[in-house]
């Protein structure tokens, strides 16, 4: 069983900054592909950015290229997601997610395990 837990959500405005936080439970976190995903009301749950076990590759959705970075510290099981140059079109609740197979999927329905989410909010 992998327990996963964001912290680091809030409200913010246009052009701020903001670092999501994912915590997990579990001895082999190291192996797990990690991702973030993001949701708004009506919508279905969209990829953000996902690392792989090493950290050494990492991939993103077009709209937050360049100004999203996805990182994660296998010493600490925890996966973060640093946000720069917040839009009011990134609001919504962010979910991380592990996937036990370490694929390297932008699929939800590949990923094993679910946080409660966080909100983020930007205001314009």
């Known amino acids: 069983q992998v327990q996963l837990v964001e912290s680091g959500g809030g409200l913010v405005q246009a052009g701020d900054s903001l670092r999501l936080s994912c915590a997990a439970s579990g001895r082999t976190f190291s192996r797990y592909t990690m991702g973030w995903f993001r949701q708004t009301p009506g919508k279905e749950r969209r990829f953000v950015a996902a690392?792989?076990?090493?950290?050494?590759?990492?991939y993103y959705a077009d709209s937050v290229k360049d100004r999203f970075t996805i990182s994660r510290d296998n010493t600490k099981n925890t996966v973060y997601l640093q946000m720069n140059s917040l839009k009011p079109e990134d609001t919504a609740i962010y979910y991380c997610?592990?996937?036990?197979?370490?694929?390297?999927?932008?699929?939800?329905?590949?990923?094993?395990?679910w946080g409660q989410g966080a909100q983020v909010t930007v205001s314009s």
């Open positions: 997610a592990a996937d036990l197979r370490g694929s390297r999927s932008n699929n939800p329905a590949e990923y094993d395990y």
């Open positions: 690392v792989v076990w090493s950290g050494g590759a990492t």
